[in-house]
C-alpha cells in the first residue's frame, strides 16, 4: 500500500513509519458492524414473538488488523518500529483510508496480539483495536 493510502491519527502512515495494511485489514473495517439485541416480549399468552419497533443501535467491534512495517536498514527499522509504539501508547487510533473517503474509525488500541520481524527491515503487526461507535465515523 502506498503513501496516501492509511492514515493514523492524521499522519500519512507508510511514510511517518513504512506502515501498510494488507487486504484483511481493509475489509476488516469495511464489514458492517453488528446491532444490539432487539427488544422483544416472548408473552406466553401470544402466538409468536413481539419486536418493540424502536431505533437499531449498533455494537462496538473489535477488530484485528495486520500492518507491515518496511525499512530502507536496520537503524530506520528500529526509529520507525519505536516511534510508531509511541503512537500506539496514545491509545487512540483514527483510523483512515483512501478507498473510504471522509471515513473515520475512532479506535482503541487494545493489543498488539504478535509482532513479526523479518530481516530487520520488515515487520509485521496484528493488532487488536475496537471501534466504540461505528456510526460515528466523521
Not at 65 to 75: R, S, V
Request: proline share 4%; hydrophobic share 30%.
Amino acid at each position: 500500500m502506498p503513501k496516501g493510502q492509511l492514515k493514523i491519527n492524521g499522519k500519512d502512515a507508510y511514510l511517518t513509519w513504512g506502515i501498510s495494511m494488507d487486504d484483511t485489514s481493509l475489509s476488516a473495517l469495511m464489514t458492517p458492524p453488528s446491532v444490539k439485541p432487539y427488544i422483544t416480549n416472548d408473552d406466553r399468552m401470544r402466538h409468536g414473538k413481539e419486536y418493540l419497533s424502536t431505533p437499531i443501535y449498533v455494537e462496538s467491534r473489535d477488530l484485528t488488523l495486520q500492518l507491515n512495517l518496511t525499512a530502507k536498514n536496520e537503524e530506520q527499522f528500529f526509529t520507525r518500529y519505536a516511534s510508531f509504539c509511541e503512537e500506539l501508547a496514545k491509545g487512540i487510533l483514527d483510523i483512515e483510508t483512501s478507498f473510504q473517503r471522509g471515513i473515520v474509525y475512532h479506535c482503541l488500541y487494545q493489543s498488539c496480539s504478535q509482532f513479526s520481524q523479518f530481516m530487520r527491515e520488515i515487520g509485521q503487526f496484528v493488532l487488536k483495536v475496537t471501534e466504540t461507535n461505528p456510526n460515528n465515523r466523521k
